[in-house]
């Protein structure tokens, strides 16, 4: 992670990845990527289900001082699933338009919620913060990577860290997973 871009030149020259992350870059990182199992061996493993973890953190972020409820956990979950079950690679867009079908089809106990949660993430796909609801157009799976989010407004520094902390983690476990060591900086 580069928040003052003291790395960028350095990464290039030894043909690493800088990944600029603005609300004006062109370089996109999808939150909702999945992460292949790291170990070969765990046949239980369900790349959708790891999601949910990350999933509830991030409306946990985007939704602020509001605690997620259980029935908004339900939700968020039953989504994810439809998401991944009617998108091959699907991005918050496609989250979205399975969160409002949700909302649509809901009954009248659940629909509040599932509209609060649209509404609240709204600003993230079809709004002015929507940097992380495009698919992935940078190569994350370089030697080298650098993640340069010093252009990131201050609203969305704490979603860009979770999504690149997710992302390293991710790498981490499937270097592991291979016994190569990975550094972090």
Sequence with gaps: VDPEREYAALVELLGGEVIYM?????????????????????????????????????????????????????????????????????????????????????????????AYLRQTLHLYVHGSMNVFAHETNVNIHKRIVSYDIKELGKSMQTLAMMIVLENIWDRVAKNRAKGVKTHIM
Excluded: C, W
């Design 22 to 114: 603005s609300e004006n870059s062109g370089t996109h990182i999808n939150p909702l990527d999945l992460t292949e199992n790291p170990d070969s061996d765990d046949k239980e493993y369900d790349p959708v289900k790891a999601k949910l973890d990350f999933l509830l953190s991030f409306f946990s972020a985007i939704m602020g001082d509001a605690e997620i409820t259980p029935i908004q956990k339900t939700i968020i979950d039953s989504v994810m699933h439809s998401a991944y079950r009617n998108y091959p690679k699907p991005t918050l867009r496609e989250y979205y338009d399975e969160l409002l079908k949700y909302e649509q089809e809901a009954s009248d106990e659940t629909r509040p919620a599932a």
